[in-house]
């Protein structure tokens, strides 16, 4: 039993990515080793081209690896995609703009050859659990770009995802809405209980949305430090209050700043900041 419970999750053991263009080789991913357990939140952390991105498209069955083994619940990418165990939510909501929000939550369902009344029913449960009720009838154009993105998220949760796989899914909102969907995804995630892994460059959302951060280094990406967060599942935005939080993210900028192997640190009490920095 212990050792099943190893398996399950996502387990990425000396994955390893190259490309080869023109005559020329780039290694993307080098020798990367990570676990993620069930119904854990797990992000990647890392300076652009480290290869985060492409990490997620191996394990979204969207390119393949070099070398290495990849498995989500022990089943490889290709069969987690044809058991529909994992939803991926990109940057891009990727809303159809002729079609209304709740049409367009639906799509992944009927895509998938779900019958009428079922994605129906799976939508409208979705788009209540992002908060967009009564929003079923608009149209994109008609919505902000949080709204979308929680609607591409509704979208990704119809499919009952056990992996949550996402990768800079806020990146392109303003922070004051970013911050207020990540802690909106963390009541989905409680309610959903899918495993989750991110990939993100804000040092706060990681902190905000892991259990576990896995730092990359500069490309070839490796993963150079792993930090465990003791926040547990349920957060609130007094969050960032704690001092452990701002504790952790000193902890992770260190990471990055020195791109190679890092030993985590103790995360000890600070000094709580001042609350007039945090109003607003």
């Known amino acids: ?21 023109r005559g020329i080789t780039t290694t993307a991913v ?23 991105s492409t990490l997620l498209k191996i394990l979204a069955d969207i390119v393949k690896p070099t070398s ?11 069969e987690a995609r044809a058991a529909r165990i994992f939803a991926l939510v990109s940057q891009q909501s990727t809303m ?31 788009i209540e659990l992002v908060g967009l009720s009564g929003f ?9 770009g949080g709204m979308r993105q929680r609607a591409a998220i509704a979208r990704a949760l119809t499919l009952r995802p056990k992996f949550l796989l996402m990768d800079e899914p806020f990146g392109a909102l303003d922070e004051i809405t970013r911050e207020r969907l990540n802690f909106e995804l963390i009541q989905i995630l409680e309610e959903s209980g899918a495993t989750l892994l991110l990939v993100t460059h804000s040092v706060s959302e990681a902190v905000i949305l892991s259990d ?17 967060l003791p926040f547990g599942h349920h957060r609130t935005p007094a969050l960032r209050d704690d001092p452990r939080f701002a504790a952790a993210e000193r902890e992770l900028r260190r990471a990055l700043g020195n791109g ?18 945090l109003a607003g």
């Open 30 to 52: 080098a020798d990367c080793d990570l676990v993620v357990p069930k119904g854990s939140w797990a992000s990647l952390l890392g300076p652009s081209g480290c290869g985060k």
């Open 96 to 126: 159809l703009p002729w079609r209304r929000l709740a049409e367009n939550v639906e799509l992944g369902l009927e895509l998938a050859g779900i019958p009428k009344r079922e994605r129906r029913a799976r939508a409208r449960e979705a």
């Open 1 to 21: 039993m212990a050792d099943r419970r190893h398996r399950e999750g996502i387990v990425v053991r000396g994955l390893t990515m190259t490309y080869e263009r």
């Open 136 to 144: 079923e009838k608009a149209y994109p154009h008609e919505l902000s």
């Open 68 to 78: 290495g083994l990849v498995t989500m619940d022990e089943l490889t990418p290709a």
């Open 212 to 228: 576990q951060v896995a730092v990359m280094s500069p490309r070839p990406g490796r993963i150079v430090h792993l930090a465990s």
């Open 260 to 277: 190679h192997e890092v030993p985590p640190v103790r995360i000890a009490p600070e000094p709580e900041p001042d609350p007039a920095l």
